[in-house]
């Protein structure tokens, strides 16, 4: 069965620009959550959906966006690119939201210029 | 101060070496806690969870302690296969939110 997965690999963008990055969840997961990790910390929390809707939000600028499609894929937006967005943006899914371990695609790393 | 806390390390232990990591965690209505494991620019991959009975899985030892609201990851004889940054997890907030630690690397020497 495949795991999570997300596109692209890698990207490279410079300030100012906008970008969406794809996410599909392991099959029958109906949660997913999206995570950014900069070098040398561990990961930070922005959104969660869970059947389509927001269920969470992290402390993230209304630069970033996000939603969720009825076959539970997700895409994650982020406008006006700043230098700090560079990081590896992670994708995570489970089968629902109650206190679960949630499991990680191999991640977008977005580089700003 | 941050949410969830660990030394970030490095341990650098010899092959055979048991090793202990540990984290601490602010919000007393963290519901529950996870050890994962992130390789050098890979994804993290869920280790094990931890309960307040304390469980194993192979060399790998997890505890909760809560009224300390302190974790613990005991790794015995070490592998180099088990170099590897270690990220404390908590969950709360009323949904699954995860909450990362920034991590504790280890290195595992011959």
């Known amino acids: 069965d495949a795991g999570v997965t997300q596109s692209p690999t890698h990207l490279i963008k410079t300030r100012g620009q906008h970008v969406t990055l794809r996410c599909s969840p392991i099959s029958g997961h109906k949660s997913v959550s999206w995570y950014q990790q900069v070098l040398g910390q561990g990961p930070q929390f922005i959104f969660q959906?869970?059947?389509?809707?927001?269920?969470g939000r992290g402390n993230f600028p209304d630069r970033f966006s996000a939603r969720q499609f009825p076959n539970y894929s997700s895409e994650l937006n982020v406008n006006a690119l700043l230098l700090g967005d560079s990081a590896l943006y992670l994708c995570?899914?489970?089968?629902?939201?109650?206190?679960?371990?949630?499991?990680f695609g191999d991640g977008t790393r977005l580089s700003i210029l | 101060r941050k949410e969830v806390e660990q030394d970030p390390g490095p341990f650098n232990v010899p092959e055979g070496a048991t090793v202990a990591f540990n984290c601490t965690y602010s919000?007393?209505?963290?519901?529950?806690f996870f050890w994962y494991r992130q390789d050098c620019r890979k994804e993290p991959k869920l280790l094990m969870s931890?309960?307040?009975s304390g469980n194993e899985d192979g060399r790998f030892t997890a505890q909760l302690n809560r009224a300390s609201q302190y974790i613990s990851l005991l790794i015995r004889d070490s592998k180099l296969s088990d170099s590897a940054t270690y990220l404390c997890v908590a969950i709360s907030g009323g949904y699954n939110k995860l909450i990362f630690g920034a991590g504790t690397r280890l290195a595992v020497h011959p």
């Open positions: 959906y869970y059947e389509k809707e927001e269920r």
């Open positions: 931890v309960y307040s």
């Open positions: 919000n007393s209505a963290s519901q529950s």
């Open positions: 995570a899914s489970s089968l629902s939201t109650d206190y679960q371990p949630q499991h």
